[in-house]
């Protein structure tokens, strides 16, 4: 694909693209918003350098995605509630990292996020890389007989495990001292999607489920489900299918969640990492 207004260089082998010639804290033109969206189709993840956004310049630099949107369970920043703020403190070392394991976000609700702007405010000196991987590609790639499989069964989701009565979050355990998550038992609700879905702008089918919030196959135990699910977890992330994403403060990501899953590399404990999340709505995965 070839680009007038932003200049498109690949970050890994099947997805990731860092975009250049683009200042998102100003409108762009309807030309370079339009290439800066293709790029992000198809792409699924796309990366800016060098950017300064106040939360309003991060939300319009969102729009051009989709439209921002509150997401339960985490503190919101003051007056922006489609804004979090994503910390770990140099003090908060041993403690989990928010997003340290493998997941699309928020398939634990009705209308799973779109995707998500990132904004690096403050990195660590080295690690603190996010991982981003491709599944339209870890789909494509199984046989025919386990495509056809898949094609007809249903997910159980839940985000029990993160925010509900099984939280490894819960009373402030394993949180940064500087989030706040509200575990409660709305975590512990059960939502079934597709196991795959087809992607509603590129209409590509791709695999839809994650490590942290798929329960199992819908008329099937956890115990049944696992060792399928297993396999598809290691599928996806084979080194072929992720780009990993190295931080510096200033920098960008826009991740299509409808057909990514990512994960935050936490090796940086003694340091402070601060990135903040625009969330975008999302539609119900088919
Ligand atoms: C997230 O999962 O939203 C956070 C990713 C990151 O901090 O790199």
């Known amino acids: ?165 099984q939280s490894k979050f819960q009373g402030g355990r394993n949180t940064s001292v500087s989030m706040k998550i509200d575990a409660s038992e709305e975590g512990d609700r059960l939502m079934e999607h597709p196991v795959v879905r087809t992607h509603p702008e590129s209409g590509r089918r791709c695999l839809f489920v994650n490590p942290n919030y798929t329960l199992r196959f819908k008329g099937m135990t956890e115990a049944e489900s696992r060792p399928l699910l297993e396999f598809l977890y290691a599928h996806c992330i084979r080194d072929e299918f992720v780009c990993r994403f190295r931080w510096q403060a200033g920098s960008v990501a826009v991740w299509d969640n409808r057909c990514t899953m990512h994960r935050a590399v936490n090796d940086y404990d003694g340091h402070r990492r601060h990135v903040r999340r625009v969330t975008l709505q999302g539609d119900r995965p088919h």
Do not use: C
């Open 1 to 165: 694909m070839s680009y007038e207004t932003i200049q498109v260089t690949p970050v890994g082998g099947a997805i990731g693209v860092e975009i250049a010639g683009v200042n998102l804290a100003e409108p762009l033109s309807n030309r370079q918003a339009q290439e800066v969206h293709e790029a992000f189709l198809a792409n699924s993840v796309v990366f800016f350098r060098d950017q300064t956004l106040d939360p309003e310049q991060q939300k319009r630099a969102a729009r051009l995605f989709g439209e921002p949107v509150a997401i339960p369970f985490v503190k919101s920043l003051d007056g922006h509630p489609e804004i979090i703020d994503i910390v770990k403190e140099a003090e908060d070392a041993g403690k989990y990292n928010f997003g340290g394991n493998w997941h699309t976000d928020t398939t634990f609700l009705e209308t799973p996020a779109l995707g998500s702007l990132l904004y690096a405010l403050e990195v660590p000196p080295r690690g603190g890389d996010t991982l981003f991987a491709d599944m339209y590609a870890a789909y494509e790639t199984l046989s025919d007989g386990m495509r056809a499989l898949l094609d007809g069964l249903t997910a159980v989701h839940t985000a029990s495990r993160s925010y509900g009565s």
